[in-house]
T-cell receptor, first 118, second 109 residues
């Protein structure tokens, strides 16, 4: 009955490879997010997505691409991995962006995926 | 630009009270969130303030002053399990959360 799940939990790969991280939420939320948390612990938004709009943080390289097969899933695909991509990636979801019927849009986080690029 | 400032680390004693401050500057404002993150785990929601004043929830309280761009998280009757990072985040006009780097709270017996 996990609310937001991610796979894999750990991912170790070589520079230049392409990899994907999967995320699923069973909360019925309309909006999903990908965050990167680096060694300094800053949580940086990479993408937010609902069935209407994809918002991309302009600082995210285009090697990163979100793919959403349906409302409950938002996968992260990374091409040509670089050493600097090593970090923990968190998926999260919330009811909706700007939904006025919701008092606040609490975000629920997945357990994280620790990516190490060698 | 958008900026969230909070202390990097704080130390407190079990049973005591600690206040973690946060100042924010964001493009628009749709509320201030506090999250708790234990080492190696995901952030979990603690509190949300959008109006000025104090919101109390058990041992934890959160305060907001919109005119000062300031919030604090107050933790009472500290327990060892409260050792964690506490993340302040402001929701901007696009409903995006802008996060601080977190305050690592160390509780000593």
């Amino acid at each position: 009955d996990t609310a937001v799940s991610q796979t894999p939990k750990y991912l170790v790969t070589q520079m230049g490879n392409d990899k994907s991280i999967k995320c699923e939420q069973n909360l019925g939320h309309d909006t999903m997010y990908w965050y990167k948390q680096d060694s300094k612990k800053f949580l940086k938004i990479m993408f937010s997505y609902n069935n209407k709009e994809l918002i991309i943080n302009e600082t995210v390289p285009n090697r990163f691409s979100p793919k959403s097969p349906d409302k409950a899933h938002l996968n992260l695909h990374i091409n040509s991995l670089e050493l600097g991509d090593s970090a923990v990636y968190f998926c999260a979801s919330s009811q909706d962006l700007g939904d006025l019927s919701v008092t606040y849009n609490e975000q629920f986080f997945g357990p994280g995926t620790r990516l190490t690029v060698l | 630009g958008q900026n969230i400032d909070q202390p990097t680390e704080m130390t407190a004693t079990e049973g005591a009270i600690v206040q973690i401050n946060c100042t924010y500057q964001t493009s628009g404002f749709n509320g201030l969130f506090w999250y708790q993150q234990h080492a190696g785990e995901a952030p979990t929601f603690l509190s949300y303030n959008v109006l000025d004043g104090l919101e109390e929830k058990g041992r934890f309280s959160s305060f907001l002053s919109r005119s000062k761009g300031y919030s604090y998280l107050l933790l009472k009757e500290l327990q060892m399990k409260d050792s964690a990072s506490y993340l302040c985040a402001s929701m901007d006009s696009n409903y995006q959360l802008i996060w601080g780097a977190g305050t690592k709270l160390i509780i000593k017996p």
